[in-house]
């Protein structure tokens, strides 16, 4: 399975080892945020492998190193449950977008307080 319909400038928030990789088309322009540089050489290798031209940046959720209105699409698949301001986040993917552009995203969320299933994700959280 593949992303549907991307093109033009994709930027991946938080890609880790990538993933997510296999799933893009070839002909994108692929920019990575990934604070952990330790996971910049696995991402490397992943798309070498793949055939993927990549572009690695350091960075964070709450200050994407994009430039304003420059990126046709932001992916971000189980990064938002960690960051601390949600509001920056959203607000920085909303300054980089460009008008029209569209923001992917994949979260898990906590059930509804005092409900049998967040007891239960409360309890196996740790693990």
């Known amino acids: 399975m593949r992303y549907a319909n991307l093109q033009g ?6 890609p880790g080892t990538g993933p997510n990789l296999p799933y893009y ?5 692929w920019i990575g945020i990934e604070p952990n540089p330790h996971m910049h050489s696995y ?13 690695l940046r350091i960075g964070n959720t709450e200050w994407l190193d994009a430039e304003d209105n420059s ?3 932001v992916v ?8 601390p301001n949600i509001d920056y986040t959203l607000q920085a993917i909303l300054r980089v977008l460009k008008p029209g552009g569209r923001f992917l995203f994949i979260e898990h969320v906590a059930a509804p307080q005092g409900t049998i299933l967040r007891q239960l994700q409360r309890t196996i959280s740790p693990i």
């Open 9 to 14: 400038k994709v930027l991946e928030i938080g």
């Open 76 to 83: 971000s698949t189980l990064v938002l449950c960690s960051v």
């Open 25 to 29: 088309p070839k002909d994108i322009q």
């Open 71 to 73: 990126i046709d699409t």
């Open 43 to 55: 991402l490397q290798k992943q798309a070498e492998k793949l055939g993927l031209i990549i572009e």
